[in-house]
């Protein structure tokens, strides 16, 4: 008699932990577990989630540094949206910044001073055309794009690669060749 009556009775009343309970729990460890091996952050989001080694977070992570720099040369230079991308077929890198502040932006008038870009891989310095001489004579004014054309004739600086420009006493470094 004593087995018709353990049959009547559910089980999660019988063994509440054994039965009804240690599915979720076991599935709140293993979720536990998981977000602690993925590196996960806690529900403040201060700190930046963790890479997976692929070129686009790294471009992502290079970029977060960037973005201090980005901070220095708004405030410092009156610049802002620094970029290099390769135009014609890669033959030729142009550089381009959105002038914020004019009157800080002058320092890319310099015209003691030719720019130029180095490739940070190969070292190789990349100047601006004949022809293209004197991109940057006139002071850049407010809201207007100012850019600067480099040769890249045997095309060494692929996209990817970092580079570092200058423009009379503007040194901007790290950027990506888009």
């Known amino acids: 008699m004593k087995i018709m009556i353990d049959e009547r009775i559910p089980s999660r009343v019988r063994n509440p932990i054994g039965g009804a309970l240690l599915v979720p729990v076991v599935c709140l460890i293993g979720v536990l577990c998981a977000l ?89 310095k990349l100047s601006v055309p004949a022809a293209d001489n004197k991109p940057h004579q006139t002071a850049p004014a407010t809201g207007q794009e100012y850019s600067v054309a480099f040769g890249n004739r045997d095309k060494i600086v692929k996209p990817g690669n970092l580079v570092d420009v200058v423009v009379g006493t503007v040194h901007m470094s790290g950027l990506i060749v888009e």
């Open 36 to 124: 602690h091996f993925a590196g996960a952050r806690g529900a403040t989001g201060s700190q930046a989630p963790v890479s997976t080694g692929t070129s686009a977070t790294a471009v992502k992570k290079h970029a977060a540094r960037n973005q201090k720099e980005e901070q220095y040369f708004e405030l410092r230079y009156g610049i802002g949206q620094l970029r290099v991308h390769a135009m014609s077929a890669g033959a030729s890198l142009e550089f381009s910044c959105l002038v914020l502040d004019g009157a800080k932006a002058t320092a890319l008038s310099n015209n003691r001073a030719a720019p130029f870009m180095i490739d940070r891989k190969t070292g190789k």
